[in-house]
């Protein structure tokens, strides 16, 4: 039965049992979705109740936080809490070799921020939230060994004790990353594509600590970026003052770096000015910690099977992190389910495959765009060619905000599906190009009109003079 309520189409919900495999940030933020639309919602995660444990070395501690990742917050209630956390970063402040800096707004016109919010931060509040949902059970400890999703049936084993114990549900929604165990069920029908890409490039975690004052180092609104071409250095703010600064670049540069004398002189060939602020003694230390990290792309489709069982975040479209959409993307992901929820009440035969036929296509696109920023963030932002297009870009915007939104703002400040963002990026391309070409033709033929003139004078005046 459906009903009319304003200007949306409400159709009947029925309480539906939820299985969410994965507690990290996507996972509690789809129970919360799903808790919230009425249904029971039990959720398992492989890990300990990461408010009780201790971070994770290795993995990001701070994410960006950007426009769709807000939105899939607010419908939550939790929009306003993280952005009173995070730090807001208007621009990207450029180091350059010789010591200057000089910085590059994301967004003249409306003067719009990313925010730096700590991972384990975000997800503690998370979780925090989905506790107090009668309708939300969290289990933790709770590792996915096999099961038959296309039935709705889990196997878990509890890490504590070595128990297993078979769930089944409605619904199975995989959340659990890059390394999905759901979607490694999902590998064994046919009919599903899935490619992974490791990047020759992986990253490491450095730090800089707080002043002396006990205040930022650096000016806290900013994303720092050390652009050097083939490799690059980024460094988000944190709430206590440090910043977590990561290096990525090649393998091969990783392993020529054996000992601190070699790391100590490629930093005072690429990046000088971090030396004092990391200290150097804190630099050797966090670099030989540990190795250096691989970075992943997966792509898949489709993201369902049957009525049964449904991927999002990394689980169906891992990103590498150089657009920070990986986290705003996921969080995209329960936003769309929630309204497709909200489209077909409880058949999710047609919310399934809805999702899987639409979402693939923008998820394919973020991955793309993560790849190619991470070009830009590495090499192009040095270059005159770049900051003349981002001149133009702003000043196009600005004119003409509703016409011209420039691609990076189109991906973090709105909620424009990826792939009409590149496409909409393509189209201003176009329109660039036909304008450069009539600007230049119209230069040359005012040349060469110039010319005759020119030449046409002179003939005259050589003929006054003969005769």
């Not at 050097?228 to 392993?255: C, H, S, Y």
Request: hydrophobic share 40%.
């Amino acid at each position: 039965m459906a009903f009319t309520n304003g200007f949306t189409k409400h159709t009947k919900q029925e309480c539906l049992d939820i299985a969410i495999v994965g507690g990290g940030l996507v996972g509690s933020l789809a129970a919360l979705h799903m808790a919230k639309k009425g249904h029971k919602v039990s959720l398992y995660e492989y890990r300990e109740d990461i408010r009780t444990a201790e971070l994770v070395i290795g993995r990001s501690i701070n994410l960006a936080l950007s426009v769709r990742g807000r939105k899939a917050l607010k419908e939550v209630g939790l929009e306003d809490k993280l952005l009173e956390h995070g730090i807001a970063m208007y621009a990207r402040m450029i180091h350059n070799t010789d010591g200057t800096r000089n910085a590059i707004p994301y967004d003249r016109r409306n003067h719009q921020a990313i925010y730096s919010v700590g991972r384990k931060y975000l997800n503690e509040v998370l979780l925090t939230a989905a506790e107090k949902y009668p309708n939300i059970n969290l289990n933790f400890n709770k590792k996915m060994v096999g099961g038959k999703v296309d039935k709705g049936e889990v196997t878990f084993i509890d890490t504590t004790n070595e128990e297993k114990k078979n769930i089944f549900a409605d619904l199975i929604i995989g959340c659990d990353g890059a390394f999905s165990s759901v979607r490694r069920e999902m590998l064994k029908r046919n009919g599903f594509n899935y490619s992974q890409t490791y990047i020759e490039h992986g990253y490491l975690e450095l730090c800089i600590p707080p002043a002396a004052d006990g205040g930022f180092q650096m000016p806290e609104n900013y994303l720092h970026i050390w652009p050097r071409g083939k490799f690059m250095m980024i460094a988000l703010p944190n709430q206590d003052r440090t910043w977590t600064v990561t290096l990525f670049m090649p393998f091969e540069n990783f392993d020529s770096i054996k000992s601190s004398e070699e790391l100590l002189k490629f930093f005072e060939i690429y990046f000088p000015d971090a030396i004092p602020l990391i200290g150097k003694e804190r630099l050797v230390k966090d670099f030989f910690k540990i190795p250096a990290q691989h970075l992943i792309a997966v792509k898949c489709r489709p993201y369902h099977i049957s009525s049964k069982c449904v991927l999002i975040g990394d689980a169906g479209h891992a990103v590498v992190p150089f657009y920070g959409q990986g986290m705003n993307a996921g969080f995209e992901d329960c936003s769309i389910l929630t309204e497709l929820f909200n489209k077909y009440g409880s058949d999710l035969e047609k919310i399934l495959t809805e999702f899987s036929e639409t979402r693939w296509i923008d998820a394919h696109a973020v991955c793309d765009l993560a790849m190619y920023n991470y070009i830009e963030m590495r090499d192009l932002v040095n270059k005159k060619s770049f900051l003349m297009r981002k001149a133009l870009d702003d000043f196009l915007h600005w004119i003409a905000p509703s016409y011209w939104v420039p691609l990076y703002s189109s991906v973090s400040f709105t909620c424009m599906p990826y792939k009409k963002c590149i496409e909409n990026r393509e189209w201003q391309d176009r329109v660039l190009n036909k304008i450069f070409t009539v600007c230049s033709f119209i230069g040359v033929s005012s040349c060469l009109l110039g010319a005759i003139h020119l030449y046409n004078t002179y003939n005259t005046m050589e003929e006054l003079s003969f005769n």
